[in-house]
Nanobody, 123 residues
Framework: QVQLVESGGGWLQAGGSLRLSCAASGTFLSLPAMGWYRQAPGKQRELVAVITSGLNTNYADSVKGRFTISRDNAKNTVYLQMNSLRPEDTAVYYC?????????????????WGQGTQVTVSS
């Protein structure tokens, strides 16, 4: 019902910047929340940042002040601007989107994941 296409990952040196994008397409009524998670080798997937349709944001403590999440509702796209990157930011970054669909006469909230994009930060 929702397809997510991520872009923007890559390799760079510590201190650099990178911007990730995730575009949602498909059949849905709305996107109440859009966010980014990451998973480093041997670690569990963790929340990086999330933004609601009302533009409320929440960040992991480890990225506060360095990462900024934003969204373009007209394009159904969420962005993650990552500045002052550190080697410990190295991970696969996944887009996650909550969406509302209508089935018959009821609305349901579902979640979808992107395919992941690798971010590698060297020291």
């Amino acid at each position: 019902q929702v397809q997510l296409v991520e872009s923007g990952g890559g390799w760079l040196q510590a201190g650099g910047s990178l911007r990730l994008s995730c575009a949602a397409s498909g059949t849905f009524l709305s996107l109440p929340a859009m966010g980014w998670y990451r998973q480093a080798p041997g670690k569990q997937r963790e929340l990086v940042a999330v933004i609601t349709s009302g533009l409320n944001t929440n960040y992991a403590d480890s990225v506060k002040g360095r990462f900024t999440i934003s969204r373009d509702n007209a394009k159904n796209t969420v962005y993650l601007q990552m500045n002052s990157l550190r080697p410990e930011d190295t991970a696969v970054y996944y887009c996650n989107v909550d969406f509302i669909i209508r089935e018959r006469i009821s609305d349901y909230r579902r979640s979808a994941w992107g395919q992941g994009t690798q971010v590698t930060v060297s020291s």
